[in-house]
């Protein structure tokens, strides 16, 4: 029966040649040592414009998307789908575009466009998730948290909610996941009449809050300011509107304590649909406590069982520039991924629980891929690093925005005999390791792969090449 | 005595988009590195705003959900407030939306009309193209020309009528309607542009150009030190070059 529905298949030459094509034009790139995921997908449009309906079919597809920690959740989903033996694939977090999505599924497809695994992890931008779901109909779509982003891209708050509104739209029976202390996230299932599965953290996570400009101080359906319980981080936790009685629902998957925050994971009690346990979140910061209840809320959703998802959240490790630590000489240099205030804010609350003196360096490039306006570092609260600056030993900057990045520590009155601005990336992580103690690297996304690219060459870190 | 200038920020929690904070904390630094007092107090929605307690007024840009919101509170309670701070020649500084604000109406794209606080004779009509990009200007103190260097992100096109000067003339990019080569507007000692977020920690010129203004209202006489601005400078000479350059190709 198999073979016949594929040979029906094989018959559609066009879904044949454009899987083909798919391939063939991904194994070049690659020869070719052109990293591209985009191409080899438009190019399989190009034979069949519906090809990504025919190699997602009988897959059971998971779409991970909003503003920050798509990547990381999608990593701990497919930790969990590894624990539990399930048969599934991934897009690589440069994959996240339409394009990307559909070079993903060819890959992984057969020639006749069928596709062998139950289960797909889709990393999906706010602004594809539409286009993508014109042709997939997912099982589960998560929307992780939305903040204020690349402004140059995607525009103001409003229109990514509507984006991301309209992706999910187009689905008709997927169940919908959904951070419950993101005043914006919840306000998707009234505009959307979906019923979802909520994640949340029932209480504030640090004692000492970073000070920053928030997203959504008003109600976004009456427009009157938010009261809240709590805040765990930005615009996230226990908010109410008074006057249109707009307010945080109890989520499914929460964490209902939170135990112990240090420098390399956080001790949190969770409940999952009324079953509670103790486990620890092997990522540091509140963000990751975030990112650990949106992957066992998805994890949920689909089925798998607790003590798989505990373990997931428990063994995760980090990888790509998310929290990703690597040793070089015998130092260790954690790369962190910074691409908006929220998410950088968040980094600075982490370096607050470092308990040693460090390196910092910050990459600030301004890429499209990195948003071309670089204006957001004013929104990050730098002014705080005042506060640790004992810990800080010396600051590099890179990046074809070093300049700016400069200047906006200078006006924090960051001490400017401790930074330096070093262009070249190799001399910059040289300087840096001459201080023989722990770097961390907080690079914007192209700075991100540049900087990859040279530690992979420079000191031969294979597991870096992709 | 010692010198001391008020800053009064409107709707900081509310118009803040990208960086527009970095306008304020150079003006406080580049106060304060001089010896001259520097108080910053914001001004939001339901605050009350005693005009004659500050010298420079600062208004930033916003996402329309966000101007939305501080509509009535700015057009019922201090649109008299801050015609009349104008009128006696208070120093302001407004960014993209809070200067469409500060001008005649918003005309959108499809024709609905919105009415502004009319202190600046300006009017800006909606686009579905948006100008963004780096872009640079030239503007004018009392040594002569200079290039301002910054980043506009914007719909709306404004037209200057004739009692409003330009605050500068664009060389790349596109100001106040990519048309008439303008940018920004200068209006008593109202300074207003495009320039979005940060626009004066790299170009300091334009920052003391605003200091000066305002002591010289409040002091009458002006003797700004200068200061290092080795860094502003170096930060500012690389894009400059790099978006000069870049259109040229």
Known sequence: MDLCTDIILFMKLNVALSVLSCKISCTLLRIFNKGGTALPGKIASFFCKDILKYVSENVKVILVTGTNGKTTTCRIIENGFILSGLNYFSNKSGANLLNGVITSFCLSSSLSGKNHH????????EAALSHVTKFIDPEVILVTNIFRDQLDRYGEITNTLNLIAKGINNCESACICINADCSLCTHLLSITSKKAILFGVDEKIYDNL?????????????????????????????FKCENCGYQRQNPDVHAVGILNTDASGSDIEIIIRNRKYKTRVNLPGAHNIYNSLAAACVMNAIGIEDTHILNAIGSFESGFGRMEEINVNGISLSI????????????LNYLFIVDIKFILIIMLN???????????????????????????????IGGSRAYDMALRLKYAD?????????????????????????????????????????????????EFYE | ?????????????????????????????????????????????????????????????GQDFEQEILLEDLLVVKKTLIKKAIDENKTFLAICGGY???????????????????????????????????????????????????FENHSGKTFLSSDVLPLGKVITGYGNNGQDKTEGARYKNVFASYGHGPLLPKNPRLADLIIKTSLKEKYGTIDLVDLNDELEIKANNIMLERVKFHTKK
Not at chain 2, 24 to 42: A, E, F, W, Y
């Open chain 1, 414 to 462: 960051i001490d400017m005999s401790k930074v330096s601005i070093e262009q070249n990336d190799a001399n910059l992580v040289n300087k840096a390791l001459e201080h023989n103690i722990p770097i961390y690297i907080t690079p914007t996304y192209t700075a991100m792969f540049n900087l990859r690219n040279m530690l992979a060459k420079k000191y031969s870190l294979k």
């Open chain 1, 366 to 396: 301004d890429q499209a891929a990195d948003g071309t306006d670089v204006s957001w570092i004013y929104d990050v609260a730098f002014e705080k690093l005042l506060d640790i600056h004992n810990k800080i030993e010396h600051i590099y």
């Open chain 1, 118 to 125: 139950d289960y797909a992890v889709i990393e999906c931008d």
């Open chain 2, 1 to 61: 005595m010692k010198k001391q200038i008020r800053i009064c920020h409107l709707y900081p929690d509310i118009l803040n988009l990208y960086g527009d904070i970095g306008n304020v904390i150079t003006l406080q630094k580049r106060l304060t590195n001089r010896g001259i007092d520097c108080t910053i107090d914001n001004i939001s929605v339901k605050d009350t705003l005693y005009v004659e307690n500050y010298d420079i007024f600062f208004i930033g840009g």
């Open chain 1, 210 to 238: 970073i000070k920053e400009p928030k997203d959504a101080l008003y109600c976004i359906k009456c427009r009157y300011p938010y009261t809240y319980d709590y805040i765990t981080y930005a615009h996230l936790g226990g």
């Open chain 1, 336 to 347: 962190i991924l910074v691409k908006n205030p929220a998410g950088f804010n968040q980094i």
């Open chain 2, 100 to 150: 469409q604000l500060l001008g005649n109406y918003y005309k959108t794209w499809d024709g609905t009309v919105l009415e502004f606080v009319g202190a600046l004779n300006v009017n800006t009509i909606g686009d579905k193209k948006r100008m963004i990009g780096d872009y640079i200007f030239t503007c004018e103190d009392e040594k002569g020309c200079f290039d301002v260097i910054s």
